[in-house]
């Protein structure tokens, strides 16, 4: 039976009020209420189902905003929000104006430190906790809380090993529900299996060695055992460890049975917890899939073909490798720096190496795409998705940095395909043999094109094509964001659609300059249009191109201009950094 509880909580102050024998029937009606938005809102759900009780327990014994939260990824972070002020707004959770589906520092003074990408928080929370210890606060607590999949990442383990050696108000809240987005992967999830089956520390603990107090592992769920045990490492001084089992999804059957369906299910029936039904056959595929189905047909005849995933095998559609080819096709775990180097590694071998990372995850791993793939010329094949605006994921998770992080390094190739078709022969063409690493990157989207799987064929490196042809001004784009200047254009007036041409650049590098050539002697009005920042990207390209010709165009580059996008859907956020198809409109009647 409820007791509206959760309606009478403002702040963890009215939460500490409630008599502890009360707060299983908070933590029940906290999951209907996630439920009930998330089935209609969307966003991560079995995470922050995962953890009702624990954010009770963690708000219920800590002086927060004291005493410093800090959640790893934050994805699961929905009931710390909604208890710490934040339960009338959190039906605009990842909307345009909305509130974040992160912790944000500027949102709540709760939310102490902004994430999004994982195994941070050990790293961040123990930072605050020397920063105590600077300050004379000997009684504030610092707690960070991280899932199975996150602490196996190699940031997590830095952070560990420098706990260790600390004598912090640290305390380390391992949630352990053996899976991430897919299954967790290493050896690490082996030895807390382990710990699991035997209901016991290992004689050898690993947290232990290095220097943690260990508890564990308990039941997660157990309301009263987590309240009890949180009090008690309260008054434990020095770096620890509280090992929790927890279900990803529970409360929600379907949540529980199908974890990885659920980790961010979209639209579904909050009372069944079914999903919405979608009819996507007659779509054109997600540029994921051409992905994940390409690099299977590429396999099938060429044994040397590899494939890697840091712990998105469902995300980049690896997954359908793995199922194939479970030899060659490697989920290596929220480890995008090991997967560059490992895929170098085995590149030096004479393999032929698929590294798909998410375009903003890659910017984890840049060194070891400096240091041990562009500096040694080893030709990588890296595939990197949900390059772009990615929509409700939001400021942490947009791929607008690549092009220009990747444009200044030498010895490689920048290739953004326009369609499914050109994905597909870019892979093929990369397989054939290149002489340096390849950087493919593509949106979080549908391709345009239902009959995509055609015969390879093989496209020339560097080499852009005109779209359309004009005679007074032109729009240079990059890949699939030409969809938006040729909608633009098709929008104007026939008179006025003559004089507007479009050109594909496709590479960034290398930069096809026959046709800078050919443009800069033709128009005298020049537009770059790319899904990206401007500055490092083809904009800054295409103008240093102009001026070390001595070429007098008039160049406007259109992207994003320095600023951090927030969240909202792709059309929003385009529309907002002025690339929208309307954006785009409007800046050609000008030309
Ligand atoms: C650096 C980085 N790589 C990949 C991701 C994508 N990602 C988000 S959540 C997640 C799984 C996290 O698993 P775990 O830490 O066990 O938390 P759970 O979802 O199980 O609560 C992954 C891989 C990310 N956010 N950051
Ligand atoms: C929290 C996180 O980092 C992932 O869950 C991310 O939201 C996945 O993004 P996609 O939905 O684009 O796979
Ligand atoms: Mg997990």
Redesign the pocket.
Known sequence: MLENLLNTIRSPEDLREIPEDKLPILAQELREFIINIVATKEG?L??SL??VELTIALHYVFDTPKDLLVW??G??AYGHKILTGRQEIFHTNRQLGGISGFPKRDESEFDTFGV????TAISAALGMAIASKLKGETEKQHIAI??????A?G?AFEALNHAGVTDTNLLIVL????????P?VGALKNYLTKVKTNGEPTSDNIFEALNLDYTGPIDGHDLNLVISELKRLKNVSGPKLLHLITK?GKGLRQAEENQVVY?APGKFNALTGDLNPKNENALPPKFQDVFGKTIVELATTNEKIIGIT???PT?SSLKFMMDEFPDRAFDV??A?QHAVTFAAGLATQGFTVFCNI?S??LQ?AYDQVIHDVCLQKIPVIFCLDRAGIVGEDGA??HGIFDLAYLNCIPNLIIFAPRNAVELRNIMYTAVQGLELPIFIRYPRARGSILDWQRTFEKIEIGKAEILKEGTEAVIICLGPISKNALAAISLLSTEKQQTIGCIDMRFLKPLDETMLHKVFNKYNNVITLEDGTVKGGLGTSVVSFAAAHNYTAKIETLGIQDVFPEHGTVDELMDMVGISIEKIKQRLLKS
């Open positions: 991560h079995g995470a995962g953890v790893d990824v994805h699961q999004g990408h994982s195994s991280v899932g199975d999949a996150s602490i990442s940031m949630n352990d529900n053996a899976i991430g987005i897919d967790s990803k980790h840091p712990a998105m995300g775990g929220i995008e998410y903003t995850f984890r942490t998770h």
